[in-house]
């Protein structure tokens, strides 16, 4: 079974650049989630889409952060302009949603580098 | 106060040692409890759910205690292969959301 596909799994610009992280949830999951790990903050949750419509995003840092769902099966999440302190693992999860507190399952995460 | 805490170790222990971690919520409505696992550089991944009456994977022993808001996680006979972050989630009552603590580290030495 295919879990959660994220892309790029590594990426390294130069502060200033446009940077778009891709995710493809579980198929028939209806809760999409973008987190951030650092070392300092541990993982913090961004965003989170249910039926592709955003519900929380008061974990978004600023506004150079934008995510999107257009379908149930991709999501994007933006960052224009980067900056050298976004520099993070981006994870991306789903579950089944229904507002049932379900496990989610975790895609293998974009490692971002801002130079 | 955060919402979940755990200790972040680490916690050094010897191949085939019992070893126990502790964490507590500060939600008393929460519902849903897990236990993840999160490998260096890897993607956390679902170690077990905790229910209310305890429950047991094998080597690995989870327990609820709602009164005292405390989740625990024994692991018997340790194996060099369950050395990783062990990270403690509480569900958001009400929401999908997953409320994460930070982790506990454990290194497993023969």
């Known amino acids: 079974d295919a879990g959660v596909i994220q892309s790029p799994r590594h990426e390294v610009t130069e502060m200033g650049q446009e940077v778009t992280l891709r995710c493809k949830p579980i198929?028939?999951?209806?809760?999409l989630f973008w987190y951030r790990q650092t070392m300092m903050r541990g993982l913090e949750l961004l965003i989170y889409?249910?039926?592709?419509?955003?519900?929380?995003d008061s974990g978004m840092p600023e506004d150079r952060f934008s995510a999107k769902m257009p379908n149930a099966s991709f999501s994007t999440l933006k960052i224009q302009p980067s900056e050298p302190r976004d520099s993070a693992v981006y994870f991306c999860?789903?579950?089944?949603?229904?507002?049932?507190?379900?496990?989610?399952?975790f895609g293998d995460g974009t490692r971002l580098s801002i130079l | 106060r955060k919402e979940v805490e755990q200790d972040p170790g680490p916690f050094n222990v010897p191949e085939g040692a019992t070893v126990a971690f502790n964490c507590t919520y500060s939600?008393?409505?929460?519902?849903?409890f897990f236990w993840y696992r999160q490998d260096c550089r890897k993607e956390p991944k679902l170690l077990m759910s905790?229910?209310?009456s305890g429950n047991e994977d094998g080597r690995f022993t989870a327990q609820l205690n709602r009164a005292s808001q405390y989740i625990s996680l024994l692991i018997r006979d340790s194996k060099l292969s369950d050395s990783a972050t062990y990270l403690c989630?509480?569900?958001?009552?009400?929401?999908?959301?997953?409320?994460f603590g930070t982790g506990t580290r454990l290194q497993v030495f023969p």
């Open positions: 198929s028939g999951h209806n809760s």
């Open positions: 905790v229910y209310s």
């Open positions: 989630v509480v569900g958001d009552f009400g929401t999908d959301k997953l409320i």
């Open positions: 999860a789903s579950s089944p949603g229904l507002n049932s507190n379900q496990p989610q399952h």
């Open positions: 939600n008393s409505a929460s519902q849903s």
């Open positions: 889409f249910n039926n592709n419509v955003p519900i929380d």
